[in-house]
């Protein structure tokens, strides 16, 4: 496994990285999510990625239990607030009232004294930006965030929170995969310039990239798709043409030696910007087999392929 660091952060965090959304306190049983968790840490994983909202705070608190067996500073955790936690309409957003609450729950459930970053996992059109950023930079320097990040902010957001007198991001956690390259334009040059790196989800586009799904068959059993929990998410990863041009693909995995979701997660390490690639895993060899992309380089031939595959 090899390791970046987090933008202007001491944060060293692992390439591929660990989450939690939709699997962990929700839709893979807890003996199979702590195995998991195990494999991670066997393999040199050690950036786990979580929330407040996912599975309304079951994430946080598995990740509390399966995560007190270990020194705290063999891993980095991160968790992130802004949905809402219940249907009250209350419990939402990044004010500084939020902030605040959001902060010392996701410490109890994760039994933990500090995060080590903390991302708004949103941006709060309802909240003044300065009034986040303060209440922000207060956790900071309370202890209880080591730093602070965002996760699908826009560049003109971006840039308005840099502007301000207030703690710097870190991080950023876009969405971005071969299937998504959206955050290329403005997102990366922008981060890149002012000291945040990016940690991406859904690198393999919900599964998508693992050329397990196939155009005109029905989704393999047990897989994410099939998932009442887990596949509602999956939308156009599913069409036709996008499974044919990941079929396209295989080809090129087959001759590398690697396996679909090897040759994914490497294409986005491509990118010097990208500190770590967070994968869903619902079973343990899933994480074995995410974790060997760390340290596989493409070459320019590789990569102006795929580009052509699937831009062409």
């Given at each position: 496994m090899r390791y970046r660091q987090i933008g202007s952060s001491d944060l060293t965090v692992?390439?591929?990285?660990?989450?939690?959304w939709l699997t962990y306190g929700g839709g893979v049983g807890d003996d199979q999510a702590r195995a998991c968790v195990d494999a991670a840490f066997d393999v040199g994983i050690n950036f786990i990625d979580t929330a407040n909202v996912y599975a309304r705070g079951a994430a946080e608190e598995f990740l509390g239990e399966a995560l007190q067996s270990r020194a705290r500073d063999s891993y980095v955790l991160a968790t992130k607030l802004y949905f809402p936690m219940d249907d009250t309409g209350e419990n939402q957003g990044l004010s500084r009232q939020q902030v605040d609450k959001q902060i010392d729950d996701s410490l109890r459930r994760l039994r933990t004294e500090y995060v080590d970053l903390y991302q708004c996992h949103r941006y709060d059109s309802q909240t003044p930006l300065e009034e986040t950023m303060e209440a922000l930079t207060e956790v900071v320097r309370s202890g209880k965030a080591r730093y602070i990040g965002f996760s699908e902010w826009t560049a003109p957001q971006i840039q308005a929170s840099l502007d301000?007198?207030?703690?710097?991001?870190?991080?950023?956690?876009?969405?971005y995969s071969m299937l998504w390259r959206e955050p290329?334009?403005?997102?990366?040059p922008l981060c890149a310039a002012n000291g945040i790196s990016q940690v991406?989800?859904?690198?393999l586009a919900q599964g998508a990239l693992t050329g397990k799904y196939k155009p005109g068959a029905p989704a393999?059993?047990?897989?994410?798709?099939?998932?009442?929990?887990?596949?509602?998410?999956?939308?156009?990863?599913?069409?036709?043409?996008?499974?044919?041009?990941?079929q396209r693909l295989v080809p090129v995995a087959e001759r590398l030696g690697l396996t679909m979701a090897q040759l994914a997660l490497a294409w986005v390490l491509r990118e010097e910007n990208v500190a770590s690639a967070i994968v869903g895993a619902s079973r343990p060899e899933q994480v074995r087999d995410n974790a060997s992309a760390s340290g596989i380089e493409l070459d320019a031939e590789t990569l102006a392929e795929i580009d052509e595959i699937l831009t062409g």
């Open positions: 692992s390439e591929i990285g660990l989450g939690s301000l007198p207030f703690e710097k991001f870190v991080s950023s956690q876009p969405q290329e334009h403005e997102v990366i991406v989800w859904s690198p393999p059993e047990g897989s994410r798709a099939t998932s009442e929990q887990m596949g509602h998410m999956m939308g156009g990863w599913l069409e036709d043409d996008v499974l044919e041009r990941v």
